[in-house]
């Protein structure tokens, strides 16, 4: 694999379910293959669980570490080409980008939507100038449109909990107070597509995703209809990406995952990446119920990120 940024990069999906399996009976068992390797971890955006199972990930491979944080202590970045340097911006991308890449052997970037141009996110231009210009692998540590460290880690965890080979899983829109990046929820969808899952989406009108992640995905407008004898519900907010591109159009908050909407599921698992909005995306009684498995889903970030760096060392 010489770059991840989605389903598309992982190759044969059984192969890579059964190397989690592998690695998580065994997660040094690949320990030397990381040794004098660097990975550099560059965070343009807040994280928790990615930071911190990246860096284990790494560790289970025997590699060193380096986290940079773009906006605490570096030099402000300008990303646009052509533009005049005149402002707060000190250094260009593209000059950062070949530097980084001087100093480790794997890089991983989050860099989230901005919401000022659809074009500008979907074309993922800062992923790709990494990609381009570092001369290193690159992996997704959550772009602008997808991530695949998520989904990988959704499905290993989906793998864990199914009780058939094709559960019902539906992918929930939630209210939100701030205007969430679909890269959540187009990652997922393209994985469960992948996994040949019977995937369903709900959502208030207005809110359809981009047909290249969903693909053949059926779109229920009644969340209470998507909702009837489902296997697993994942929940996430993301604002428009048609229309008025990254917009709020509901916060109706009956949309909330609660006990009233899980009544109807087949005893459905509750999943979501985290961080989590309580009571606004799902009650406290759904999150603490024992269907929640939103623990062991984030748990599993440090076995698909294993598997992922495996795979870019080898
Ligand atoms: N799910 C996830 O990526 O969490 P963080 O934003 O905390 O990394």
Redesign the pocket.
């Known amino acids: 694999m010489k770059h991840f940024t989605s389903v598309h990069d992982i190759g044969n999906l059984q192969a890579a379910l059964a190397e989690a399996v592998e690695i998580k009976n065994d997660r040094f068992k690949y320990v030397e293959l990381g040794r004098n390797k660097t990975l550099l971890m560059v965070f343009f955006?807040?994280?928790?669980?990615?930071?911190l199972?990246t860096q284990k990930a790494a560790m289970n491979l025997g590699m060193n570490v380096i986290v940079l944080d773009i906006n605490q202590g570096a030099w402000k970045l300008e990303t646009e080409r052509g533009v005049v340097m005149d402002g707060d911006k000190s250094e260009h991308i593209l000059e950062a980008i070949p530097v980084m890449g001087c100093y480790c052997d794997v890089i991983g970037v989050?860099s989230f939507a901005r919401f000022e141009s659809r074009e500008f996110d979907y074309q993922e231009t800062i992923l790709n100038q990494f990609i381009q210009y570092s001369g290193r692998p690159v992996f997704s540590?959550?772009a602008a449109t997808g991530?695949p460290?998520?989904s990988f880690a959704d499905l290993i965890t989906i793998e864990e909990y199914k009780k058939t080979a094709r559960p019902k899983v539906v992918l929930t829109w939630a209210p939100h107070p701030k205007p969430l990046p679909q890269a959540?929820p187009n990652s997922f969808a393209e994985w469960m597509n992948a996994a040949g899952y019977d995937l369903v989406i709900t959502h208030p009108e207005g809110y359809e995703l981009d047909k290249k992640f969903t693909g053949n995905a059926p779109i229920e407008y009644d969340q209470m209809k998507a909702f009837a004898g489902a296997d697993f519900v994942y929940a996430k907010s993301w604002a428009a990406y048609e229309g008025d591109y990254g917009g709020i159009l509901s916060t109706d908050r009956s949309w909330t995952v609660s006990d009233r909407q899980m009544a109807v599921t087949n005893n459905a698992y509750f999943m979501h990446?985290?961080?989590v909005r309580r009571n606004m995306i799902v009650t406290d009684e759904v999150i603490e119920s024992p269907q929640s498995i939103v623990i062991p889903e984030?748990a599993n970030?440090e076995i698909s990120a294993t598997v992922v760096l495996k795979h870019l060392l080898g």
Not at 45 to 51: G, I, M, V, Y
């Open positions: 955006n807040s994280s928790l669980r990615t930071r199972s989050r540590m959550e991530h460290l998520q959540v990446c985290l961080p984030a970030r």
